[in-house]
């Protein structure tokens, strides 16, 4: 992957080289850090790369630091723009991903929250595909089940948190299968590795709800707009038993990274006839072209990066 040119560090943009912690540092010893994935998109016909959403994205990044006792001096519009400031910087034109993180940057031994330093960082790297086979994905379900609210915030993007979606995620793909998918500890879906899960069954775009250790993802709430407002298809939100993904006529997987991604088969059984169903085909379309802000009535969740730019 090509290293970022920049980064927001200790308060100010800094040539990458330059964004570098001690080895004692808190959260890489006990990964007592929050993240979020932010993606931009590139509109050739633009010009323009957009930003997707980053006000909900930067309201979940203080939603989580407020679960781990983390301030950070910023607000979610603050936020905003000092990722336009380095999106700017870099210069990019194609689609990017954008990585902010807070973290405790103290440099001590000790297992705690509280009186602790919190450090901001965003960068950003060019980013196409997470799940390179997205058309007709293989999934299994993990032997790994998801970490429960009372044990790790289940909502929150905890840097700790994620030694779980690893396990999920090597052992799937060292399987053969291209991604998995999770159990809560009750044996209802919960998601996939990093990524919410749908189902169509019955004429019903049906997913877990925030109460099934999900994280709140904001491709989640999108597509479940878009499939209200544009589909036109029921949305059910409630608990999925794991043998019904067995006979749904549909399935995808959402995420910033992931976007949406069709799963065609489950544990080597065809989801419905084993090709990307007509529901998640219309919805890969009406996502693409509203985070690259083709659809004037989504406009309002793109950003966009160059149009104010300053030529100095």
Known sequence: MTLPNYAFFRGKIVPYSEAKVGVMTHALNYGTAIFGGVRGYWNEAEEELFIFRPHDHFQRLLN???????????????????????????????????????????????????DLKTEVTIFSVPFDKYVSNDTGAHVTFSSWRRVDDNMIPARAKVAGAYVNTAFVKTDAVRAGFDEALVLGQD?????????????????????????DNILEGITRASILELAEKEVGIPVVQRSID??????????????????????????????????????????????DDAVRGRLPKYRDWNYPVFEKMVVK
């Open 64 to 114: 989580s630091a407020r679960m781990m006792l983390m301030d950070i001096p910023f607000t979610r519009e603050q936020l905003t723009e000092l990722s336009i400031e380095l999106l700017q910087k870099e210069g990019h034109r194609q689609d990017v991903y954008m990585r902010p993180m807070a973290y405790f940057a103290d440099e001590i031994i000790g297992v705690k929250l509280h």
């Open 187 to 211: 044996g209802h879906i919960s998601e996939g590795s990093a990524e919410n899960i749908f189902m169509v069954r019955n004429g019903a775009l049906i997913t877990p709800p925030v109460t």
């Open 242 to 287: 794991r043998t019904e993904v067995y006979i749904a006529d549909e399935m995808f997987m959402t995420g910033t990274a992931a976007q949406v991604t069709a799963i065609t088969k489950v544990d080597h059984r065809p989801v419905g006839d084993g090709q990307m169903g007509p529901v998640t085909a219309k919805l890969r379309k009406l996502y």
